[in-house]
C-alpha cells in the first residue's frame, strides 16, 4: 500500500535552514504528485508545494516562492522540501501527501494518502 514517511524536521534560527525528506512507495500509477502541506498550532493545515513525480513540475504557495524548493529523486523515492530563510511564521507540523490522481493542484480534497507529519519549529 502507499506510504510516506517524512523526516528532517527539528529546531533551528530564524534566518536558519533546513531539508525534509518525503519517502514514498507503493504506487501502482505512473503519474501522481508529493505535495508538502503545513499545520501550525491553532491554524488550518494549508500547502507549501507540490511536484508531479513523472515530469518534475512544480507549484509553490506564495509565501514559500523564493525560500523553500521542492526537488525529487526518483532513483531514491524520495522528495525533498529544502527551506531557507526560516522564520518562527514557519514553525509547524510538515506534511507530505500523495495525488494519486495527478490533478496538480495543491488543495487537501485531492490528496489521499498522507505521512505522519514532522516537527518544525523555528526560534526568534
Known amino acids: 500500500q502507499v506510504q510516506l514517511v517524512e523526516s528532517g524536521g527539528g529546531l533551528v534560527q530564524a534566518g536558519g535552514s533546513l531539508r525534509l525528506s518525503c519517502v514514498h512507495s507503493?504506487?501502482?500509477?505512473?503519474?501522481?504528485?508529493i505535495a508538502w502541506f503545513r499545520q501550525a498550532p491553532g491554524k488550518e493545515r494549508e500547502g507549501v508545494s507540490l511536484i508531479s513525480i513523472s515530469d518534475g513540475s512544480t507549484y509553490y504557495k506564495d509565501f514559500a516562492k523564493g525560500r523553500f524548493t521542492i526537488s525529487r529523486d526518483n532513483a531514491k523515492n524520495t522528495v525533498y522540501l529544502q527551506m531557507n530563510s526560516l522564520s518562527p511564521q514557519d514553525t509547524a507540523v510538515y506534511y507530505c501527501?500523495?495525488?494519486?490522481?495527478?490533478?496538480?493542484?495543491?488543495?487537501?480534497?485531492?490528496?489521499?494518502?498522507w505521512g505522519q507529519g514532522t516537527q518544525v519549529t523555528v526560534s526568534s
Open positions: 507503493g504506487f501502482t500509477v505512473e503519474h501522481y504528485a
Open positions: 501527501a500523495a495525488d494519486i490522481r495527478h490533478t496538480l493542484v495543491l488543495s487537501e480534497s485531492e490528496y489521499d494518502h
